[in-house]
């Protein structure tokens, strides 16, 4: 059975950082493409970040350049959004998602998704 199942969240201050990991059971995550995406309560999803299956290309959504980070340990079966200089305009629930091509920030474009990490920033 194919799943994607995201950790890493939690409660935190402005300014404060998190590491959301990505971890996949029943398929060789180094196959896929793994976007980030988030949701706040009311909003439409949105792409954060993306990195190609090999890890030599990587895509953030302009919001986020310079404070999010996205790696991954194809080793481990596992993709990691370091997100740092957080806002509380970051607050959402955060999902990692799997697609056999290139990045795109098209939420449908994706084919597996992880049931969603929360993130709150707050004072």
């Known amino acids: 059975q194919l799943q994607l199942v995201e950790s890493g969240g939690g409660l935190v201050q402005p300014g404060g950082s998190l590491r959301l990991s990505c971890a996949a059971s029943g398929f060789t995550l180094g196959a896929y493409t793994i976007g980030w995406f988030r949701q706040a309560p009311g909003k439409e999803r949105e792409g954060v970040s993306c990195?190609?299956?090999?890890?030599?290309?990587?895509n953030y959504a302009d919001s986020e350049k310079g404070r999010f980070t996205i790696s991954r340990d194809n080793a481990k079966n596992t993709v990691y959004l370091q997100m740092n200089s957080l806002k509380p305009e970051d607050t959402a629930v955060y999902y990692c998602?799997?697609?056999?091509?290139?990045?795109?920030?098209?939420?449908?474009?994706?084919?597996?998704w992880g049931q969603g990490t929360q993130v709150t920033v707050s004072s």
């Open positions: 998602a799997a697609r056999p091509r290139l990045c795109t920030p098209i939420a449908v474009a994706y084919d597996y």
């Open positions: 990195i190609s299956s090999s890890g030599s290309s990587t």
